[in-house]
């Protein structure tokens, strides 16, 4: 598990240049303004599934620290219609109940921002990264039986949130945002039903060189229309994916595979993408047993599936989102659909690296590393 963090890691934060398109229509115009902040958080968890009902009522809180950089140009703004401002945050968690402990989260922020008026501004933002958390289940202790949520003490998680920004003076301003948070191992270990909380959150932002996002005016064309379709093989690879049920008992496993699919721009920081997957593991077939003597989902060894979704094009980074169905048979289970959501980084104009996760309804089923090629 440390190796896989410390790779994902650095292919998450290569790069500081996330809006530096391969392109020739973009040219920043001016250099990132160095951004600073401090922020609390306050909420409730979530009870998505009756195997975390104990930690129902409990009221998480923390606060945290970023360091970011704010693109202000005129060039950026061509680009993408906002402002972006992307960075490190480092955040510490309490969840309000001893089933859960705390956690520490190290994660890499995207978050545009659209001008409203001199002193208000609106945004939303993705974060990726990793958390350590100091309560795991153990089998040996009463009260950490309980924690169904995770099993690991470093686990991946993800936050989305949206909010505004309010400017209080020359170089301060108020960000105030609802965020929804999850941390998950993607079946590295189980049990895993994975911790989601809502939260919402104060920030106070300090920019050295002026608060206010300058008023622009965005050109209407669209250069990106004419681009033709991308066509992309990639290779897959999961180090350990573990099953339960009781078809499938508890099996931990490799994965490896690879896909092909096709891509098309459809906006400025929009694309469509359409493709093939397919990965062999050492699952075997389900066995016939007395609770469940025959299963139209018998599964194989080798999977694969069909998919279709949306990309955002975010420069060097590419984060998509799609949606499945399986075309082999699959472990009884799971669902025939499936979500999958990748995010890869461009060395080149050719070669991408990243990784993904993948997940039925509310199941998560593995996280991959992915090399990609572009034909």
Same mark, same amino acid.
């Given at each position: ?63 945290? %620290? ?79 039986? &309980? ?24 170089? %301060? ?61 990639? &290779? ?46 050492? &699952? ?92």
């Amino acid at each position: 598990m440390l190796h896989k963090t410390l790779l994902l890691v650095l292919i998450s934060t290569v790069a500081t240049s996330c809006f530096a398109q391969l392109t020739p229509e973009y040219k920043k115009s001016s250099p990132a303004e160095t951004v600073f902040g401090f922020r609390s958080d306050y909420g409730s968890t979530i009870v998505h599934t009756p195997a975390v009902k104990p930690i129902g009522g409990a009221r998480p809180f923390g606060f945290g %620290f970023e360091y970011s950089k704010q693109a202000k140009d005129s060039a950026t703004y061509h680009l993408c219609s906002a402002f972006p401002r992307i960075g490190l945050q480092l955040q510490y968690f309490h969840y309000g109940t001893p089933i859960l402990g705390n956690s520490y989260l190290a994660s890499y922020f995207i978050q545009p921002v659209y001008r409203l008026s001199n002193r208000i501004n609106f945004f939303y933002r993705a974060s990726f990264g990793f958390s350590y958390s100091d309560n795991p289940f153990n089998p040996n202790s009463k009260i950490d039986t &309980l924690n169904q949520n995770y099993s690991l003490h470093i686990n991946p998680n993800l936050q989305l949130a949206s909010g505004f920004g309010y400017r209080l003076s020359k170089n %301060f301003s108020l960000d105030i945002s609802g965020n929804f948070n999850h941390i998950s191992n993607g079946n590295v270990k189980r049990p895993n039903r994975g911790l989601n909380w809502v939260t919402g959150s104060l920030s106070l932002i300090y920019d050295p060189s002026g608060a206010q996002l300058p008023n622009l005016h965005r050109v209407h064309d669209k250069y990106w229309a004419n681009r033709p379709w991308h066509y992309t093989a990639g &290779l897959l690879y999961v180090a350990k994916q573990d099953y339960a049920g009781f078809t499938a008992a508890y099996q931990r496993l490799y994965a490896a595979g690879g896909s092909f699919e096709a891509s098309k721009q459809i906006g400025r920081i929009h694309g469509f993408v359409a493709g093939i997957q397919a990965y062999y593991n050492s &699952l075997k077939t389900d066995p016939p047993n007395d609770v469940v003597p025959y299963s139209p989902l018998k599964h194989s060894s080798v999977q694969a599936g069909i998919y279709a979704g949306h990309e955002f094009l975010m420069g060097r980074f590419i984060f998509s989102q799609v949606l499945g169905v399986y075309i082999t048979p699959h472990p009884a289970i799971y669902t025939n659909l499936f979500h999958q959501h990748t995010l890869r980084y461009l060395i080149d104009t050719h070669w991408q690296a990243g990784f993904g996760f993948r997940a039925h309804e509310s199941d998560a089923d593995f996280i991959c590393l992915n090399a990609f090629y572009r034909l």
